[in-house]
């Protein structure tokens, strides 16, 4: 019987656990050493006082009384996370398991320290507090940063908008002067014939409606649309032509077109029509800085297994094998920081493959250029 005592004594003693046990009045009976070791008293400091010492509060062991002991009490088992309070003052997270014995009349208590988890737990709350406040504030920046980048995209597009422009009406503008320079010069020395004057008038009016057209080409091209619209490859490269062919023509560069489908597409017209004006921008980009001589472009359309594809095809000096996997990253450019943002491609991908459900591609071709395809699924 005594062997077994201080069996029970020393394994009550050395239990890797807190083991605490109260009566119902909540006074306490009995403690081992890990609990003491816990809570930092001695044992002769807890022995036979009130549970309300190891709370950090009045008003928390009156609760705790209230709501856990009485659980216990009532047969009910208990498992919790709770804070005690260490003889030094500062609180301890524990885990705590509560049990009746002696019938109902006393509460056995089991004690773990994880005040270190929690502790722990709470620093990596605050961590990533502390690091959402960043990633906010980085992406608040990098919001910012876009929204310069978008604004310079737009002054550039708007730039290169009125670039085409004034390719479309230098020559109707010059023919406007000249006519009317000849008219009074006419006027001038008295030799008016009214024939000549109408056929002159004619050719000054012919040349108004031309500018007018070029506006409402314009107007057309780059105003937001987001419906779909059946119509073709043949549709859209043609009008784009309309826009950036004079300044393709100034720059030396021939543009030839072979239309073997005339299939139907279901798309947004006006998105994929600056899809195809930003690529052919680009290719005469490539043919400047790289000083080609002989500028090719071509537009090749083609179906095959229920898909349209458009074909642009330069001899422009191609794209370097180490850029072609990047060409349509955000912000990728190989332009200097005046011409290029890195959004043309980026966004034209976008419009493709998000808006239009497509696919736009890029290789380099055997004419020492490159060939973007663009591939759009054929309206049934």
């Not at 960043?134 to 995209?153: A, F, P, T």
């Not at 004619?202 to 080409?217: F, G, K």
């Not at 560069?253 to 052919?280: A, G, K, M, P, W």
């Not at 680009?282 to 090719?296: G, S, T, V, Y």
Request: some cysteine.
């Amino acid at each position: 019987m005594k062997n077994k005592e201080k069996w029970f004594e020393h394994i009550f003693n050395n239990s890797g656990v807190g083991i605490l046990i109260v009566d119902k009045n909540r006074t306490i009976l009995e403690l081992n050493k890990t609990f003491c070791d816990i809570v930092g008293y001695k044992y002769e400091e807890l022995i036979k006082k009130h549970a309300r010492i190891l709370h950090i509060s009045d008003e928390s062991s009156d609760k705790f009384g209230k709501i856990a002991f009485n659980t216990v009490l009532e047969n009910n088992t208990l498992d919790l996370e709770y804070k005690f309070r260490h003889k030094n003052g500062y609180p301890i997270w524990i885990k705590i398991t509560g049990d009746v014995i002696r019938d109902k009349q006393e509460v056995l208590w089991i004690i773990t320290n994880i005040n270190k988890r929690v502790m722990f737990q709470e620093e990596l709350a605050k961590l990533n507090d502390t690091l959402n406040i960043k990633i906010d504030s980085q992406v608040k920046v990098l919001r910012e940063k876009d929204r310069q980048l978008q604004y310079q995209g737009r002054l550039a597009q708007m730039g290169e908008m009125l670039n085409m422009i004034s390719h479309q009406w230098r020559q109707p503008l010059t023919s406007i002067s000249a006519t009317t320079s000849f008219l009074q010069a006419k006027l001038f020395i008295n030799e008016f014939n009214q024939e000549e004057f109408l056929e002159e008038l004619s050719l000054i009016e012919d040349s108004a409606e031309h500018l007018s057209n070029t506006i409402n080409d314009f107007r057309n091209f780059f105003k937001v649309d987001k419906q779909k619209v059946i119509t073709n490859f043949k549709n859209i490269v043609e009008n784009t032509l309309k826009i950036i062919k004079p300044i393709l023509t100034n720059s030396h560069i021939n543009v030839t077109t072979n239309f073997e489908s005339h299939d139907n597409i279901y798309t947004l017209e006006n998105e994929l029509r600056q899809v195809v004006l930003n690529i052919l921008k680009n290719a005469e980009d490539a043919f400047i800085e790289n000083d080609i001589k002989n500028r090719d472009i071509e537009l090749h359309t083609f179906s095959k297994n229920n898909f349209a594809y458009l074909e642009i095809i330069d001899n422009a000096g191609g794209i370097k094998d180490e850029n072609l996997n990047k060409i349509f990253n955000t912000y990728f450019t190989t332009k200097s920081s005046t011409n290029g943002t890195g959004l043309g491609l980026c966004m034209s991908k976008t419009i493709i493959e998000d808006n239009c459900k497509g696919k736009l591609t890029a290789i380099n071709n055997k004419n020492n250029g490159a060939t973007f395809i663009i591939k759009l699924p054929i309206k049934k």
